[in-house]
């Protein structure tokens, strides 16, 4: 019988960050004549966003936007708003094998301003650029071999392995109606959250249903704060390579940037503004399928090397839904809290650790409040909420996680002392690994010129210590653990106490 030799592959998706760079801004803002002038600046921050990337070669060219905010209360003790947008490109390099998936974030990295003049503001900061790829990498292991007096020593095992993903940018847009019957001036700032309700694979096409929520801070003519909450529907069809109805589906929308535009019309005693978002699927799917995995092989008739390689595996696969209460009382004033004119959780940065089986999500929540003190004054303040989450279940030989955590609600209401008592809903969404490492063969190869010697006699007798194994007992006689469990009438490899044992010869 020919040598045969068939090898199973176990992949697992690679997620890093591949490159990154920083862009300065140095900017100075000059307000138009129609507006008044600079007494005091409540807030000037940087909010930066990806228009658009294009890869080529081992290059990333990002075309991207940088707004610069501008909040202050003007001489008659109101508030007011002026932006500033630059336009910049920037290359990032990064290696080749992650071009199958990569998507670009922008983040503020640090911001300062000047007040020059009270027409004039002068803005000096950073923002980053970080493009994080994706990528299938598949681990070959020999799952079977025979013929030539070959034998193999083989586990079966459940394997979750990734079968395809893929990335999809898309863009949603709607007119939406908010309960103001004052004409919004401008927009001071846009916070949103991303829920997926139903994922649906069919034949290598996944439909994804889901809801784009999205609350705003406006200011009216009047120089009045208003807090709307919108939400835009997300339905779209992504072409899935292999994909079914059977595998594990992980999915996340994510949104380089979400703009809000008020709109002069009204709709009878309400408003309109204009929401454009762009976003960006990605979608892994997985499979859970038995697997043999071969940890040793020899042959009886010739001279045998393998190549061993310890192997991570993934025996399994749990979804992670959850969410969780984070509450927290923020002292936001010396002089007490007159009245909240807005208040806005607006970011989120968390880390997922894994102890004793249990998985945990920390992190903190970055809190916005807008409020007039006792004496009337206006202020904007930011404060970081702290949480930590850890999931009641307990794992066993967790390997990897890819769990994340967003705020998806949140409310407020005054404390005593100049507090904001805060609760906070947040989600905890994701996949949990568990899996083990095991020794597994890669290579078998045959040495036909250097053939084996044959012994003559047809039984050998061997005393076997406790806690052997047969197997190891058969290749060192070159013969098979089947033909020594036959002759001795055993039932398992294991020897559990001193015994003799008959080899045979095949």
């Keep these: 019988m020919d040598f045969t030799v068939k090898k199973d592959s176990i992949s697992v998706c690679d997620s890093r960050t591949v490159s990154s760079a920083e862009h300065t801004v140095d900017c100075d ?8 002038d600079v007494v005091r600046v409540l807030r000037c921050c940087l909010a930066p966003s990806v228009a658009s990337q294009q890869i080529s070669g081992d290059r990333i060219m990002t075309e991207c936007d940088c707004t610069a905010l501008v909040i202050y209360i003007c001489e008659q003790g109101k508030i007011h708003c002026f932006e500033q947008t630059e336009h ?30 009270s027409r004039k503001i002068e803005i000096h900061g950073a923002v980053s650029l970080s493009a994080v790829g994706l990528q299938k990498l598949q681990k070959e292991i020999v799952s079977f071999a025979e013929g030539d007096g070959i034998t193999v020593r083989s586990k079966a095992m459940n394997a979750c392995t990734l079968i395809s993903f893929a990335g999809k940018a898309f863009s949603v847009s709607e007119t939406c109606e908010i309960n103001c019957s004052e004409k919004i001036h401008s927009v001071l700032s846009v916070n949103h959250y991303i829920r997926t309700d ?5 034949h290598g096409k996944l439909f994804i249903r889901g809801e784009l929520f999205v609350r705003t801070v406006c200011l009216t003519e009047d120089c009045e704060v208003r807090c709307f909450e919108n939400s835009i529907p997300v339905n779209q069809i992504a072409d899935i390579p292999d994909i079914d109805e059977e595998n594990i589906i992980e999915t996340d929308i994510s949104a380089s940037s979400v703009c809000v535009r008020p709109r002069s019309e009204q709709s009878g005693d309400r408003g309109l503004i204009d929401i454009e978002a762009n976003l960006y699927l990605r979608v892994r ?27 991570s595996i993934n025996t399994s696969c749990e979804k992670m839904y959850d969410t969780f209460l984070c509450r927290e009382s923020i002292d936001v004033s010396s002089t007490g809290i007159q009245k909240v004119l807005a208040f806005e959780c607006s970011n989120i940065i968390s880390k997922t650790s ?12 970055a809190a916005d409040c807008i409020f007039e003190d006792a004496n009337g004054e206006i202020y904007y303040v930011t404060r970081q909420i702290p949480f930590e989450y850890k999931h009641p279940t307990v794992y066993e030989n967790i390997s990897s996680s890819s769990v994340t955590a967003c705020v998806s609600a949140y409310n407020y209401a005054l404390g005593t002392g100049g507090a904001i008592d805060v609760r906070i809903e ?34 050998t007798v061997y005393f076997a210590e406790e806690n052997e194994n047969v197997w190891d007992i ?14 001795n009438r055993m039932q398992d490899e294991e020897i559990t106490h001193p015994c003799k044992l008959l080899i045979p010869k095949i």
């Excluded at 139903?198 to 069919?202: F, L, M, P, Q, Y």
């Excluded at 799917?285 to 192997?311: F, N, Q």
């Excluded at 058969?474 to 002759?487: D, G, K, Q």
């Design 29 to 36: 803002v000059t307000l138009p004549e129609y507006m008044p």
């Design 88 to 117: 910049f490109g920037k290359q990032l390099e990064f290696h080749g094998e992650y071009q199958e998936s990569v998507t670009v974030g922008a983040k503020t990295e640090f911001v300062n301003y000047r007040v020059s003049s």
């Design 198 to 202: 139903e994922s649906k694979a069919i």
């Design 285 to 311: 799917a997985y499979d859970m399928r038995e697997i043999t995995v071969v940890r040793d092989a020899y042959s009886t008739k010739y001279e045998t090397e393998t190549e061993l390689r310890t192997v």
């Design 354 to 365: 894994v102890s004793d089986g249990a998985v945990s999500v920390s992190g903190n929540i």
């Design 426 to 459: 947040i989600c905890i969404n994701g996949l949990v690994f568990c899996g083990t490492e095991e020794k597994a063969v890669t290579e078998i190869t045959l040495d036909k010129a250097k053939c084996k010697s044959v012994k003559t006699a047809s039984l």
């Design 474 to 487: 058969a290749r060192h006689y070159n013969t098979t653990v089947e033909a020594i469990l036959r002759e």
